[in-house]
């Protein structure tokens, strides 16, 4: 385990914020993980740094997670592969299509690491990781004590999951089993896949057809955190109760709307946000992306709190013009003191 002090977070998530953190531990290996999990004070979890804002310097400890190890634990049609947490979404990605195992190619090229996945339910084109998750496993911080947790139990929903809800911040994941498919069963109901696959003459796509098309349609919607700092979508996609969707349509005959659980709507923050003039702002260096108004992006030196900023105002100019609340999909650091 690697102790740095006086890190720069800057260099540890792709916002790229400038902010301060007084003690980052680099683990490589699950019994230092465990130790230290019981011993340091309320320390913070890091995978990749693709989904946190550090809002101001951090005085806590921070975990970074770099465990890694890919394993057949069961095979069959649907093989169960054990992947520890530190492993990068993407080359997971990358060895299940070498190995023609199926199920993840519509999550191709999601920034982060294998341990943040369940946290939000990642998910994209169709596709939530919920889908071919079987458990995980953790540790409990504070007492070290190990605990599986299988899919029932992490209760999934859209972003969502226990880990950010009921046991936020109690434990740290440390290895996810995923069950993929041998038989596959590909998902190409998402229009812009359709689109790159008609363009490329493919009428019997593969895995690895689908996994092309997402990766190129991602690399040309979405800004490369290497070029310009950003955490993909700041904000998840407001779910309503379908009566008040109707109620704001009639003001509004052109809001987007989808049905989502029963009696309920998502619409879509970047149509509102686009619709409320924020797509392609700029104050000072945070900004909404000019492709993509769901994204908000460091165009070089700005702090975490200048984003917060930028993030609040769209917040209330969206709730003022449509009566709905957006809120972070983000996880907000230096908010809880
Ligand atoms: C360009 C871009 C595009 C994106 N597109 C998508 C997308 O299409 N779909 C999508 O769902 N997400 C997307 N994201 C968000 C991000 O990729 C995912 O949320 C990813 O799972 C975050 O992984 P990470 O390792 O970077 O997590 P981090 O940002 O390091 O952490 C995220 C949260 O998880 C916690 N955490 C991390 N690792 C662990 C662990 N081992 N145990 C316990 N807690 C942990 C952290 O404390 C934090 O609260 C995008 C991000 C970017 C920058």
């Known amino acids: 385990m690697e102790l740095i002090n006086n890190a720069s977070l800057k260099d540890f998530t792709t916002f790229g914020v400038e902010a301060a953190c007084d003690h980052l531990y680099r683990v490589e290996d699950y019994e230092e ?44 049609d649907q093989p169960i592969i054990g992947v520890a947490a530190g492993e ?11 190995n023609d195992l199926g199920g993840v190619e519509n999550l191709s090229l999601i ?38 947790f299988f899919k029932e139990e992490c209760k999934f929903g859209y972003r969502d ?13 440390t290895g996810v ?5 041998r038989d596959h069963k590909l998902n190409t109901t998402y229009g812009a896949i359709q689109d790159v696959l008609i363009e490329k003459g493919i009428s019997h796509p593969t895995i690895h057809d689908v996994s092309d098309a997402v990766v190129s349609i991602r690399q040309s919607k979405l800004p490369d955190p290497k070029v310009i700092g950003n955490a993909g ?18 003001m509004h005959p052109s809001l987007p709307g989808y049905p ?35 994204v908000l992006v460091n165009h070089g030196g700005a702090r975490g709190e200048e984003i917060w900023e930028l993030a609040q105002d769209i917040i ?7 009566q709905i609340e957006l809120n972070p999909e983000v996880n907000l650091w230096g908010n809880e003191k």
Request: aromatic letters at 10%.
């Open 88 to 98: 990068v979404w993407h080359d997971f990605v990358m060895w299940a299509l070498r």
């Open 316 to 322: 209330s100019s969206v709730k003022d013009k449509f």
């Open 33 to 76: 993980l465990k130790l230290a999990v019981q011993y340091l004070e309320r320390p913070l979890i890091l995978g990749g740094g693709s989904n946190v804002l550090p809002i101001g310097d951090i005085h806590r400890n921070v975990l970074r997670i770099e465990m890694k190890g890919i394993h057949l634990l069961e095979d069959g």
């Open 161 to 173: 999951s226990i880990f950010k809800k009921e046991v936020k911040d109690k434990y740290v994941i």
């Open 111 to 148: 920034p982060g690491t294998m341990g943040a996945a369940p946290m939000q339910n990642i998910g994209a084109y169709g596709v939530e990781l919920e889908s071919v998750f079987h458990s995980l496993q953790a540790i409990e911080i504070g007492t070290g004590k190990v605990r599986v």
């Open 177 to 181: 089993n995923l069950q993929l498919t």
């Open 260 to 294: 989502a659980e029963v009696g309920l709507t998502k619409v879509p923050a970047g149509w509102l946000i686009e619709q409320s003039g924020w797509k392609g702002y700029r104050k000072g260096n945070a900004g909404c992306y000019e492709k993509q108004a769901l």
């Open 233 to 250: 979508s700041f904000f998840k996609n407001p779910v309503i109760p379908t009566e008040q969707f109707e109620k704001i349509k009639e």
